[in-house]
């Protein structure tokens, strides 16, 4: 005796209860869903609002914060200070960002995170 393919609702044809490529589908569909939540999650945490930049930008940036606040100078990270505002300071996260911070004594307090057409057209502390 031969099985016979059926042709489910979705429109494949197989064998069995259910669609696999679909089943299939729906589960990585499910899977992304899920990791992208626990990402926009992670937000929550952040001193500043980084939900706009990419991911690799993100990262990047979380990293700076972490060695700030645990006291390290911002001198490692390349940062500088700028000529017309001695108390921000400008350090670059990748090639295009720039994260701004506020000089308040013994402690550097982030304030933003902008591309480098931001930054150049803001001018942060004027």
């Not at 696999?20 to 899977?31: I, M």
């Not at 945490?45 to 939900?51: G, N, Q, R, S, Y």
């Not at 990419?54 to 606040?69: C, D, M, T």
Request: hydrophobic share 25%; net charge positive; aromatic share 8%.
């Amino acid at each position: 005796m031969s099985r016979r393919k059926k042709t489910f609702p979705c429109g494949h044809k197989g064998y069995g209860k259910i669609c696999h490529r679909c089943a299939q589908r729906h589960q990585e569909r499910d899977q992304k869903r899920q990791q992208k939540q626990e990402w926009e999650s992670t937000f929550e945490k952040d001193p500043i609002d980084l939900k706009n930049l990419p991911e690799h930008v993100v990262v990047k940036a979380r990293l700076i914060i972490a060695g700030l606040e645990s006291q390290k100078n911002y001198r490692e990270f390349n940062g500088k200070r700028l000529r017309h505002n001695r108390w921000i300071i400008s350090i670059p996260v990748t090639r295009n960002y720039r994260m701004i911070c506020r000089d308040q004594g013994s402690l550097l307090v982030p304030q933003a995170v902008l591309s480098h057409e931001q930054y150049n057209v803001d001018k942060p502390g004027s």
